[in-house]
Protein backbone atom coordinates (compact mmCIF):
# COMPACT_ATOMS: atom_id res chain seq x y z
CA UNK A 1 0.00 0.00 0.00
CA UNK A 2 0.79 3.43 -0.11
CA UNK A 3 3.35 4.96 2.72
CA UNK A 4 2.97 8.49 3.12
CA UNK A 5 5.68 10.77 5.53
CA UNK A 6 5.11 14.35 6.01
CA UNK A 7 7.26 17.19 7.66
CA UNK A 8 7.39 18.94 9.97
CA UNK A 9 4.99 17.69 12.36
CA UNK A 10 4.93 22.16 13.65
CA UNK A 11 5.69 24.77 12.36
CA UNK A 12 5.88 27.81 13.88
CA UNK A 13 6.37 31.22 11.60
CA UNK A 14 5.83 35.03 12.08
CA UNK A 15 3.04 37.05 10.00
CA UNK A 16 3.94 37.09 6.40
CA UNK A 17 6.56 34.75 6.63
CA UNK A 18 6.44 31.39 3.89
CA UNK A 19 5.78 28.13 4.84
CA UNK A 20 6.43 24.76 3.57
CA UNK A 21 5.77 21.87 4.23
CA UNK A 22 7.20 18.22 2.57
CA UNK A 23 5.19 14.91 2.02
CA UNK A 24 6.77 11.55 0.02
CA UNK A 25 4.56 9.02 -1.21
CA UNK A 26 6.28 5.14 -2.26
CA UNK A 27 3.80 4.18 -4.68
CA UNK A 28 4.52 5.16 -7.95
CA UNK A 29 1.11 4.81 -9.12
CA UNK A 30 -0.13 7.51 -7.23
CA UNK A 31 -1.44 10.26 -9.54
CA UNK A 32 -3.44 12.60 -7.07
CA UNK A 33 -1.81 14.86 -4.87
CA UNK A 34 -4.38 17.42 -2.53
CA UNK A 35 -3.67 19.47 0.22
CA UNK A 36 -6.57 19.71 3.31
CA UNK A 37 -6.55 22.45 5.88
CA UNK A 38 -8.29 21.24 9.52
CA UNK A 39 -9.14 24.41 11.86
CA UNK A 40 -9.87 22.70 15.53
CA UNK A 41 -13.20 20.73 16.04
CA UNK A 42 -14.00 21.18 12.24
CA UNK A 43 -13.24 18.60 9.05
CA UNK A 44 -10.19 18.57 7.03
CA UNK A 45 -10.98 21.57 3.41
CA UNK A 46 -9.64 21.01 0.52
CA UNK A 47 -7.40 24.13 -0.65
CA UNK A 48 -5.22 22.72 -3.30
CA UNK A 49 -4.48 19.55 -5.14
CA UNK A 50 -2.10 18.77 -7.77
CA UNK A 51 -2.51 15.92 -10.49
CA UNK A 52 0.31 13.82 -11.89
CA UNK A 53 0.94 15.50 -15.42
CA UNK A 54 2.01 18.87 -14.20
CA UNK A 55 5.10 20.30 -11.82
CA UNK A 56 2.93 23.25 -10.48
CA UNK A 57 0.02 25.22 -9.31
CA UNK A 58 -0.65 28.17 -8.09
CA UNK A 59 -3.68 29.79 -6.37
CA UNK A 60 -3.00 33.01 -5.00
CA UNK A 61 -1.11 32.60 -1.62
CA UNK A 62 -0.80 28.77 -2.04
CA UNK A 63 1.11 26.75 -4.32
CA UNK A 64 1.56 22.74 -4.55
CA UNK A 65 4.98 21.74 -6.23
CA UNK A 66 5.47 17.50 -7.11
CA UNK A 67 8.14 15.73 -8.12
CA UNK A 68 7.13 12.53 -9.40
CA UNK A 69 10.92 11.42 -9.91
CA UNK A 70 11.63 11.75 -6.28
CA UNK A 71 8.06 11.25 -5.32
CA UNK A 72 7.59 14.09 -3.06
CA UNK A 73 4.71 17.10 -3.45
CA UNK A 74 5.14 20.18 -1.04
CA UNK A 75 2.53 22.65 -0.01
CA UNK A 76 3.56 26.83 -0.16
CA UNK A 77 2.24 29.42 1.49
CA UNK A 78 3.09 32.79 0.78
CA UNK A 79 2.41 35.87 3.26
CA UNK A 80 1.11 34.00 6.04
CA UNK A 81 -1.41 34.98 8.09
CA UNK A 82 -2.96 34.11 11.41
CA UNK A 83 -6.14 32.89 10.00
CA UNK A 84 -3.61 30.20 7.96
CA UNK A 85 -3.19 28.72 11.46
CA UNK A 86 -4.25 25.30 11.43
CA UNK A 87 -3.08 21.59 10.56
CA UNK A 88 -2.66 20.78 6.89
CA UNK A 89 -2.25 17.33 5.83
CA UNK A 90 -0.60 15.73 2.38
CA UNK A 91 -2.65 12.74 1.15
CA UNK A 92 -1.85 10.38 -1.36
CA UNK A 93 -4.04 7.73 -3.09
CA UNK A 94 -1.51 5.03 -4.18
CA UNK A 95 -2.68 2.25 -7.13
CA UNK A 96 -5.83 1.66 -4.63
CA UNK A 97 -7.23 5.43 -5.25
CA UNK A 98 -8.25 4.94 -1.62
CA UNK A 99 -6.27 7.98 0.00
CA UNK A 100 -3.42 7.80 2.69
CA UNK A 101 -2.80 10.62 4.52
CA UNK A 102 0.26 11.86 6.51
CA UNK A 103 0.13 12.42 9.91
CA UNK A 104 -0.49 16.56 9.55
CA UNK A 105 1.55 19.40 10.05
CA UNK A 106 0.49 21.97 13.26
CA UNK A 107 0.77 25.43 11.38
CA UNK A 108 0.98 28.49 13.86
CA UNK A 109 1.26 32.01 12.78
CA UNK A 110 2.13 34.55 15.37
CA UNK A 111 1.00 37.95 14.91
CA UNK B 1 -20.53 23.62 -4.43
CA UNK B 2 -19.67 20.43 -3.27
CA UNK B 3 -20.61 20.63 0.22
CA UNK B 4 -21.00 17.13 2.75
CA UNK B 5 -23.37 17.24 6.07
CA UNK B 6 -23.11 15.56 8.73
CA UNK B 7 -25.41 15.50 11.44
CA UNK B 8 -25.25 15.68 14.43
CA UNK B 9 -21.98 17.53 14.64
CA UNK B 10 -21.91 16.84 18.27
CA UNK B 11 -23.55 13.94 20.44
CA UNK B 12 -23.84 12.44 24.01
CA UNK B 13 -24.75 9.12 24.70
CA UNK B 14 -24.50 6.21 27.20
CA UNK B 15 -22.68 3.39 27.54
CA UNK B 16 -24.56 0.11 26.09
CA UNK B 17 -26.64 2.41 23.30
CA UNK B 18 -26.37 3.15 19.62
CA UNK B 19 -25.38 6.58 17.96
CA UNK B 20 -26.38 6.80 14.51
CA UNK B 21 -24.59 9.40 12.43
CA UNK B 22 -25.51 10.86 8.97
CA UNK B 23 -22.99 12.02 6.00
CA UNK B 24 -24.71 13.67 3.21
CA UNK B 25 -23.29 14.96 -0.22
CA UNK B 26 -25.64 17.82 -0.57
CA UNK B 27 -24.94 19.41 -4.31
CA UNK B 28 -23.86 16.03 -5.89
CA UNK B 29 -23.72 12.42 -6.18
CA UNK B 30 -21.16 9.77 -4.15
CA UNK B 31 -20.99 6.49 -5.37
CA UNK B 32 -18.15 6.17 -2.71
CA UNK B 33 -18.25 7.64 0.77
CA UNK B 34 -15.80 7.30 3.54
CA UNK B 35 -15.52 7.14 6.97
CA UNK B 36 -12.52 8.23 9.40
CA UNK B 37 -11.76 8.56 12.76
CA UNK B 38 -9.63 11.10 13.83
CA UNK B 39 -8.22 11.06 17.79
CA UNK B 40 -6.63 14.71 19.34
CA UNK B 41 -3.82 15.26 17.42
CA UNK B 42 -3.72 12.87 15.05
CA UNK B 43 -3.91 12.04 11.53
CA UNK B 44 -7.60 10.49 9.74
CA UNK B 45 -7.60 6.51 9.97
CA UNK B 46 -9.80 5.39 7.88
CA UNK B 47 -12.30 3.00 8.78
CA UNK B 48 -14.53 2.16 6.23
CA UNK B 49 -15.19 2.58 2.46
CA UNK B 50 -18.94 2.77 1.59
CA UNK B 51 -20.38 2.34 -1.19
CA UNK B 52 -23.59 2.47 -3.01
CA UNK B 53 -25.96 -0.23 -3.13
CA UNK B 54 -23.38 -2.92 -1.53
CA UNK B 55 -21.72 -3.71 1.29
CA UNK B 56 -19.21 -1.56 2.85
CA UNK B 57 -15.31 -2.35 2.89
CA UNK B 58 -13.83 -2.61 6.26
CA UNK B 59 -10.26 -1.46 7.03
CA UNK B 60 -8.25 -4.23 9.29
CA UNK B 61 -9.28 -3.98 12.68
CA UNK B 62 -12.58 -1.99 12.16
CA UNK B 63 -15.38 -4.53 13.81
CA UNK B 64 -18.11 -4.61 11.24
CA UNK B 65 -20.54 -5.84 13.80
CA UNK B 66 -19.85 -2.84 15.60
CA UNK B 67 -19.75 -0.03 13.21
CA UNK B 68 -22.73 -0.52 11.13
CA UNK B 69 -22.79 1.52 7.65
CA UNK B 70 -25.50 2.14 5.16
CA UNK B 71 -25.26 3.67 1.82
CA UNK B 72 -28.74 3.63 0.51
CA UNK B 73 -28.65 6.58 -1.76
CA UNK B 74 -26.39 7.97 -4.17
CA UNK B 75 -26.32 11.39 -1.69
CA UNK B 76 -26.67 9.47 2.03
CA UNK B 77 -24.33 7.12 3.98
CA UNK B 78 -25.10 6.49 7.73
CA UNK B 79 -22.99 4.70 10.53
CA UNK B 80 -24.44 3.64 13.48
CA UNK B 81 -22.21 2.88 16.16
CA UNK B 82 -23.66 0.00 18.22
CA UNK B 83 -23.53 -0.67 21.73
CA UNK B 84 -21.24 2.29 22.12
CA UNK B 85 -18.60 2.29 25.31
CA UNK B 86 -16.38 5.24 25.88
CA UNK B 87 -13.27 4.17 24.16
CA UNK B 88 -15.59 4.80 20.93
CA UNK B 89 -15.37 8.28 21.74
CA UNK B 90 -13.91 10.40 19.15
CA UNK B 91 -14.26 12.69 16.11
CA UNK B 92 -15.93 11.08 13.19
CA UNK B 93 -15.08 12.46 9.70
CA UNK B 94 -16.78 11.17 6.47
CA UNK B 95 -15.99 12.29 3.15
CA UNK B 96 -17.57 12.23 -0.50
CA UNK B 97 -16.65 11.16 -3.54
CA UNK B 98 -18.24 12.72 -6.55
CA UNK B 99 -19.58 10.24 -8.93
CA UNK B 100 -18.21 10.73 -12.11
CA UNK B 101 -16.46 13.41 -10.84
CA UNK B 102 -12.92 15.40 -12.42
CA UNK B 103 -10.68 12.93 -10.85
CA UNK B 104 -11.36 9.40 -9.74
CA UNK B 105 -9.34 10.49 -6.10
CA UNK B 106 -11.25 13.70 -5.58
CA UNK B 107 -13.13 13.67 -2.02
CA UNK B 108 -14.60 16.22 0.28
CA UNK B 109 -15.57 16.32 3.92
CA UNK B 110 -17.43 16.76 6.14
CA UNK B 111 -17.56 18.98 9.00
CA UNK B 112 -17.32 16.07 11.60
CA UNK B 113 -18.97 14.50 14.94
CA UNK B 114 -17.92 14.68 18.09
CA UNK B 115 -19.49 11.26 20.11
CA UNK B 116 -18.89 11.28 23.75
CA UNK B 117 -19.88 7.93 25.46
CA UNK B 118 -20.69 7.96 29.14
Known amino acids: GENVEQHPSTLSVQEGDSAVIKCTYS??????FPWYKQELGKGPQLIID?????GEKKDQRIAVTLNKTAKHFSLHITETQPEDSAVYFC??????????FGRGTSLIVHP | GAVVSQHPSRVICKSGTSVKIECRSL??????MFWYRQFPKQSLMLMAT?????????EQGVEKDKFLINHASLTLSTLTVTSAHPEDSSFYIC??????????????FGPGTRLTVL
Open chain 1, 50 to 54: IRSNV
Open chain 1, 91 to 100: AAPGGSYIPT
Open chain 2, 95 to 108: SARPSGGATINEQF
Open chain 2, 50 to 58: SNEGSKATY
Open chain 2, 27 to 32: DFQATT
Open chain 1, 27 to 32: DSASNY
